[in-house]
T-cell receptor
Framework: GAGVSQTPSNKVTEKGKYVELRCDPISGHTALYWYRQSLGQGPEFLIYFQGTGAADDSGLPNDRFFAVRPEGSVSTLKIQRTERGDSAVYLC?????????????FGQGTRLTVV | DQQVKQNSPSLSVQEGRISILNCDYT??????FLWYKKYPAEGPTFLISISSIKDKNEDGRFTVFLNKSAKHLSLHIVPSQPGDSAVYFCAATQNTGNQFYFGTGTSLTVIP
């Protein structure tokens, strides 16, 4: 498709389980971002990839969160031992290259609910 | 600590009138600012941006004003249309950085 695609759109999991959230960026976009939006809040930065490497992972809240982008395209956000506080909408965005003035395109998000 | 703040959670405006959405920031290192628009069940979409070297940027019905001394920016929509009803997020970043810092959003309702 033409836009950023995120799957699944909704995920319900039990506390303590492992989840993977997938992001398909726009073809040719080298920069990829993950954000998390909790209820009533704005999106909060998690991690940024330039190509295959995580150029900035300072927003990951703890070591239960990990993200990969092995071939510089699709990215997977992995959350281990999920907690109820992880419930949020996880947004992925991509841009042609890095830099603030390069427009970032967001996917529709994955709504994660931990019960 | 919230570095970008949108103190009005909601705003209602009559169709055809001006909508003014406000945003304040605390980090003086921010030098690039953006507004995103979000419809329910969709991701945010880019609306308009402004660099700190400017104090105004206009794109059709949308104008963003930046007051660096007050660390304040605003988005003006005129004339407002029902299709403008959405949540608007203000975001800021350093031009050399790759993190966007978002406000909590303002839900705009344009009444026909």
């Amino acid at each position: 498709g033409a836009g950023v695609s995120q799957t699944p759109s909704n995920k319900v999991t039990e506390k303590g389980k492992y989840v993977e959230l997938r992001c398909d960026p726009i073809s040719g976009h080298t920069a990829l971002y993950w954000y998390r939006q909790s209820l009533g809040q704005g999106p909060e930065f998690l991690i940024y990839f330039q190509g295959t490497g995580a150029a900035d992972d300072s927003g990951l809240p703890n070591d239960r969160f990990f993200a990969v982008r092995p071939e510089g395209s699709v990215s997977t956000l992995k959350i281990q031992r999920t907690e109820r506080g992880d419930s949020a909408v996880y947004l992925c965005a991509s841009s042609l290259n890095s830099g603030a003035s390069t427009e970032a395109f967001f996917g529709q998000g994955t709504r994660l609910t931990v019960v | 600590d919230q570095q970008v703040k949108q103190n009005s959670p909601s705003l209602s405006v009559q169709e055809g009138r001006i909508s003014i959405l406000n945003c304040d920031y605390t980090n003086s290192m921010f030098d690039y600012f953006l507004w995103y628009k979000k419809y329910p069940a969709e991701g945010p979409t880019f609306l308009i941006s402004i660099s700190s070297i400017k104090d105004k940027n206009e794109d059709g019905r949308f104008t963003v004003f930046l007051n660096k001394s007050a660390k304040h920016l605003s988005l003006h929509i005129v004339p407002s249309q029902p299709g403008d009803s959405a949540v608007y997020f203000c975001a800021a970043t350093q031009n050399t950085g790759n993190q966007f810092y978002f406000g909590t959003g303002t839900s705009l309702t344009v009444i026909p």
